[in-house]
Structures are given as C-alpha cells and as structure tokens.
C-alpha cells in the first residue's frame, strides 16, 4: 500500500506548465485524478474493512461512528433548537413589544384628540397614526374597525377580503392580543400581532395589527443550519480521517506482528521486528524482539543440552561397551586384564547412573516434583564423604583438595542425598575447572545460626557479564568442559527448597568461590554445637593458609 506523502509528491510531480508541452500536460493532468483516487482508496480501505470485514477494524470504527453519530445528531438537534430560538423567539417579542407600545400610544391619542370616536373619526386618526409611522419599509401596520374590515394599512395596498387573521380572531377572543405565525395569500412566511384597542365610548373589536416578514429570519436560519451541517461534516471527515489514520498506525503494526509471531511460533528465532515509534506498539515489539531473542538463547541451549547429553552419556556407554568386548576376548590366564576391565565397567557404570539421576533431578525440578525427605544430619560428615570421594581423583589429576574440617559437628535439617549432591556438583566443578596442580579449598562458618559451606578454587574463573547466567538451565560458561549445563541449576533449586542460598563470586583468571548458606538446626537435636570460639575454619583464613 502506497503511503500518503508518496501519493502526494507524485501529484505535486506530475503538475507541467500547459504551455510547455500541451499533450504531455493532458497526460500529466489525466493521472491526477487517478493520484486522487488512491489516497481516496487509502483512507477509505479502513471503511471497507468495517463493512466486509472484522477485527480491530470493524469494533473500533463502529463503536466511533456509533458514539460520534449520536453526539453529532444530538448536537445538531440542540444547535437548531437554539438558532430558532434566538432568531424567532427574539423577532416575535420585539414585535410583541412594539405592537404594545404602539396600541397603547395610539388609544392615548386618540383619547386626546376625541371625547367620542365615530368610524370616521377612527380613519383619520389612523391614517395621521400610518403617515407618521417610522418603519413603514420595515413591517406593515394595519387598523382595523369593529367588523373585522382592515380599513388603513401603511403599504398602501387593501388586503384582499376573506383574507385569514388568526391573531385579531385571538384577539377578539382573548379581549387583549393574539399573534399568528403562518404563511399569508402570498405565500409569504409572516409573523402578526394584533392588540385591541381601548378607544373612548367604543365597545366594539378595533384593533391595531402588526405584520412581519419572516423571510430574511428564515434564510438567516438556514443560512446558520448550513453552517452547522458544514462544520459538522468537515468535523467528521477529520475524525474519518485520523481515525483511518490512527487504525492504520495500530492495525498495520499489529498484522505485522502477528505475522512475525507466527514465524516465531514455526521456529524462526532469528526474526525481528523494526520498531516505528516510542509508545505501547512499540514496546510489545520490545517485548516480541526480547522474547525471540530469548528463545533463541533457549534453543540454542536446548541443543547444547542434547548435544551434551549424547556426548556425556556416549562416553561410559562406549568405555562399557568396549571393555565388555575385550573380556570377552580374554582367556583364564588374563585374570589381571578382566579385573582391570571390570574396575573401569564398575566405574563408568557408576557415572552413567550419576549422570541419568542428574538428568531425572532437572526432569522432577523442572515439574515441580522434587520431593525433599528432611532429616537430622552432621552436615560435617557429609561434606567430610565427598571430599574423601574426590581425593583420589585430585591425586591423579594433580591437584590439592583441602577441607578445613570444624572440631565439631554442625547439625542441620535437610535431605541427606539432595545436600550431597550439591556438595558433588560445586567440588567437581571447582575439580574440573582448575588445571593441573591447582587447589581446592572447603570450608565452614556459621554466624547467627547460618552456615556457609564454601568451595573455593583457583581456575580460570567465569566472565563478568556471564556470572549472572551460569545458574540458569542448559547455560555453561566454558563449552569447552563436559556436562549437561544443569548441575548449577539443580544445585540451586535445592538449596532454595532447605530455605538457603547459593552464591557464586567469581573473577576471571583467577578463580571462583561458591558460597551453600543453610540454617543451623536448633531444634530437637542430639547433635552438640560447638560455641562460635571453637569453630576454627572460616573464609578469612583460608586466604591466609593461601598466602
């Protein structure tokens, strides 16, 4: 769809001089018309999409229009109302008034001027009263006698007989004055006023009656009618229009995201949108680009994760596997053989089943069924276990495991295979991550009634901007050490579950040190707790056994 501005310059660019060149300036001229059609066509597509459509579209233009075609109509009423209030209301009292005043003014003369007035004492005075009238060019003043008969009238001409007068009827009735709005003989809109008069020893109907035109008030009516009705229309064709606009600017940029998000849906992760303007639009594109972003992360980690995952589980599969093979092969005389390769099946076999138990921990945490069986424990012997589990394969891999092992036992209440497993995940990460002749330290502290349990080592420590990462699932820092990019996650979900925490400082080049914080069991113990003076390994001096 061509944009406005493009629609505009091409009819700006197409406008010649009709001197220079006649036919091209026909040509030229001939494709205006179509330039105008389309920018018609693109403001009005919006309409077309409320009729025959649905959507965002159809619900907003129809609950506008809905709203905006009340107030308009019920805006138009009042204002109509209000302009033939003021104009005739005002007309009709000032010739009310006038008409008063000038029947009162007229009884006072003629009450002067004659002690008793005959018929053609009423004539004369009316006619002395019709010369003398000021806005003879204005209305048109008439006497009536006592039979109903106009017998003076300021425009000269006699009103034909028979002619209708509702107001003097009104009058007679009434014993005052009446008044007519209606059309007279000449189909003329007029307004009329007669009053009756109160003449000296005359007991009959004579009456004075003004009569007005209401043509100029009636053209002036429509005159502001059409002004309302015009300013009304170019109201709501400005309303049409930013309201095509406006839909344009939220509809359009809503398809597209739609479009994207369903690319996104079907696995294309690398997509994004471009944001247009700093509002809600385009903060959801933030949000969408984020979201893709992220997923791509996960994908990517998800895809590691199987990658490790047939990395980690091919290898003991293929050292059981070969071993196997190779004992089959073996006669009675190579006992030494078969107890070698027993040795490495018991091990891998044992690491294998390590690795699917990982894998079935993330599987329970990940659904929320990993079930803690809380129990009194030496949170000390535990400890003591793992680091004699890894002594022998610090030894051969050349590096130094140190436990600053406290005098006394420090009871806490926990699951007893859960907490050991993270003691595992945190020792042979520090054991994995260091290089040969590299050391390990554990130690403990506790202060107000929490022990920290850390683990500190020398490696190649992890990058700033990736710290923050490492606990999240599939993420591992160094793609170059196996594992599943899990441990950490697990770890830490199972320090939460015993109301503690897991923190990991490090600095990269020169090591990390990963801090297991747990409350120390108070109650219900037959544990004994050492005083605080006792305790004899906390962090500050393993940095000075390190020095």
């Known amino acids: 769809m061509e944009d406005i501005s493009k629609t505009e310059n091409e009819i700006t660019a197409e406008v010649v001089e009709p001197g220079d060149n006649p036919s091209l300036f026909r040509e030229k001229l001939g494709k205006v018309p179509d330039a105008l059609g389309r920018m018609i066509g693109h403001f009005s597509l919006p309409y077309k999409e409320m009729i025959r459509g649905k959507g965002i579209t159809r619900r907003w233009l129809f609950t506008t229009f809905s709203l905006l075609g009340t107030m308009i109509i019920v805006i138009f009423i009042i204002s109509v109302s209000l302009i033939n209030s003021f104009y005739y209301n005002n007309i009709k009292q000032i010739i009310d008034q006038r008409a008063s ?104 109907y004579r009456a004075i009656r003004m009569i007005v035109s209401l043509e100029p008030t009636d053209s002036a009516v429509r005159n502001n009618i059409i002004l309302i009705s015009t300013v009304m229309l170019i109201v709501l064709l400005f309303i049409s229009l930013s309201s ?85 092969m073996c006669g009675p005389e190579d006992e030494a053989m078969i107890k070698r390769g027993m040795g490495i099946i018991i091990n891998e076999t044992e ?32 400890i003591d276990d793992v680091v004699f589990m890894f002594a022998e394969k610090a030894k051969k891999e050349d590096k130094r495991l140190t436990f600053y092992e406290p005098e006394q036992a420090i009871p806490v209440m926990g699951d007893r295979d859960k907490l050991k497993q993270v003691i595992i995940i945190v020792i042979d990460n520090a054991m994995k991550y260091s290089e040969s002749g590299g050391e390990i330290y554990v130690y403990t502290s506790v202060e107000n009634d929490m022990l920290t349990i850390g683990v500190r080592d020398h490696g190649c420590g992890i990058p700033a ?10 993420y591992k820092a160094n793609t170059s050490k196996g594992g599943f990019g899990i441990g950490l996650a697990v770890a830490d979900e199972i320090i939460r579950k015993h109301n503690g925490e897991f923190i ?22 037959s544990i004994e707790i050492a005083p605080p003076a006792e305790k004899i390994t906390t962090e500050s001096e393993v940095k000075n056994n390190e020095k």
Not at 359 to 373: E, P
Request: one cysteine or more; aromatic letters at 10%.
């Open 101 to 204: 005043v000038t029947s009162d003014y007229f009884a006072q003369t003629a009450f002067n001027s004659y002690t008793a007035m005959n018929e053609n004492d009423y004539r004369l005075s009316a006619q002395t009263f019709v010369e003398g009238f000021s806005d003879k060019d204005k209305m048109e003043i008439q006497f009536i006698n006592g039979r109903g008969t106009t017998i003076v009238t300021s425009s000269g001409f006699e009103p034909p007989a028979g002619q209708p007068m509702p107001d003097y009827e009104e009058a007679c009735f009434s014993g005052d004055h009446g008044t007519w709005d209606g059309v007279n003989e000449n189909n003329e809109h007029v307004y009329a006023v007669s009053y009756i008069l109160e003449l000296p020893d005359y007991k009959g």
């Open 244 to 328: 095509s606009y406006f839909i344009r600017s939220i509809v359009n940029p809503v398809k597209t995201i739609t479009n994207i998000a369903g690319h996104i849906a079907g696995g294309d992760f690398s997509i994004r949108l471009e944001k247009q303007h700093d509002d809600e639009i385009g903060d959801l594109i933030d949000s969408i680009n984020a979201m893709a972003a992220e997923l791509a992360l996960s994908e990517n980690a998800k895809n590691d994760f199987i990658s490790s995952v047939s990395h980690e589980l091919r290898t003991p599969l293929t050292a059981i596997k070969g071993w196997s093979e190779t004992m089959l």
């Open 351 to 382: 690491r294998l089943s390590g690795l699917v138990e990982q894998l079935l921990d993330f599987s329970r945490m990940q659904s929320g069924r990993m079930v803690m069986n809380f129990q009194m424990l030496d949170i000390i012997a535990e």
């Open 465 to 474: 901007d990736q710290l923050p990462k490492v606990k999240q699932k599939f």
């Open 504 to 525: 990991i400082d490090s600095v990269e080049g020169e090591g990390t040190n990963v801090s297991i914080i747990l409350p120390v069991a108070r109650q219900n113990t």
